[in-house]
């Protein structure tokens, strides 16, 4: 019998197991144990890389289900040239992901981590912690999938108004400014852009240096490869940013966020954008729903056998 493969609780596997009963599942943390060959669907969220190597040690797999949006973990050829279809629901978790935008804002311009970060070395910086009004900071969004879009909805009605970086493949009708207009006048800047070789590193020096004079905050709910997180983290040292927020925080970065001796405005969280109860709750249905059309329609999952 073919398999349904769950990696690091991409999904309720127990939930799975009682909708689709004729079906074996596997539960696994990562793709680094040994791995079951009779897989013919796995579910994964981010942080598991899904390349050439993993998937020769699953012949029978026909599906890849993406429960979330950013698929820069997956060799999305790898997978084409082999017959294997990609499932992802990339709006489920979009709303979470704008509202901890609001929340990196607001704290970012009160300097609320400024403030916590100097209390846990043993400084009372009060004087440090002069924030600004949300209301004045004109706020400019780069990428516009579902999270710069979902950003928008949470930002617009309490920031100085929001832009977003012009790109080809912008929908139309939005709020548009050429990326240097964006860099020059904007306080806030928001980085929602999915992770390619033309956006890796793009939030670097030459940014940061076109910003620097309106010293802004700055905003990550994309891919943290698309920041030079060195460079970032020495503007916010020197000043030319008031305040950095990075969500998509994995273990792997560690080693490049700790160990500060002085007080940064620095908001860090790990991966949580998405990561509400009610998110997770329709990730599962999906995930289970779509498994059941799968199953539906491919006896391989029932009966078992080879392409």
Same mark, same amino acid.
């Given at each position: 019998m073919s398999a349904v493969l769950v990696v690091r609780g991409a999904a309720d596997s127990g939930a799975i197991r009682r909708a689709l009963p004729g079906v074996l599942v596997h539960d696994l943390l990562d793709l680094n144990s040994p791995l079951p060959a009779d897989t013919a669907v796995i579910v994964l969220r981010s942080?598991?890389? +899904?390349?050439e190597r993993e998937l020769d040690a699953f012949p029978r797999l026909r599906h890849v289900v993406r429960t979330g949006s950013g698929i820069d973990h997956i060799d999305v050829s790898a997978l084409r040239k082999r017959g294997i279809t990609l499932h992802r629901n990339a709006e489920a978790g979009?709303?979470?992901?704008?509202?901890?935008? !609001?929340?990196? @804002? +607001?704290a970012l311009a009160r300097r609320i981590p400024l403030g916590q970060h100097a209390l846990l070395l043993g400084q009372h910086e009060k004087q440090a912690c002069m924030g600004a009004s949300l209301g004045t900071l004109a706020t400019g969004i780069w990428g516009a999938g579902p999270v710069g879009l979902a950003a928008d909805w949470a930002l617009a009605p309490y920031v100085g108004g929001t832009a977003f970086a012009a790109w080809p493949s912008n929908p139309p009708d939005l709020r548009e400014l050429p990326q240097t207009a964006l860099m020059e006048q904007s306080q806030v800047h928001v980085i929602a852009l999915p992770l390619? #070789? /033309?956006t890796e590193n793009l939030i670097g020096e030459e940014f940061l240096e076109r910003v620097a004079p309106q010293r802004p905050l700055l905003i990550c709910a994309g891919r943290l490869e698309t920041l030079d997180l060195t460079a970032c983290l020495r503007a916010l040292a020197d000043g030319r940013l008031s305040g950095l927020a990075l969500d998509p925080v994995e273990r792997e970065h560690l080693p490049l966020l700790t160990g500060? /001796? $002085? #007080?940064?405005?620095? !908001?860090? $969280? #790990?991966?949580?954008? @998405? *990561?509400? $109860? =009610?998110?997770?709750?329709?990730? =599962? *249905?999906?995930?289970?729903? !779509?498994?059941?059309?799968?199953?539906? =329609?491919?006896?391989?999952?029932?009966?078992?056998?080879?392409?």
């Open positions: 942080g598991v890389r +899904l390349g979009a709303g979470a992901v704008g509202e901890w935008v !609001l929340a990196a @804002a +607001l390619r #070789p /033309t500060s /001796t $002085s #007080p940064l405005n620095l !908001l860090l $969280s #790990p991966h949580i954008g @998405a *990561q509400r $109860s =009610d998110v997770r709750v329709a990730l =599962d *249905q999906w995930a289970v729903d !779509l498994l059941k059309e799968i199953t539906a =329609d491919d006896k391989v999952l029932i009966e078992g056998g080879h392409r």
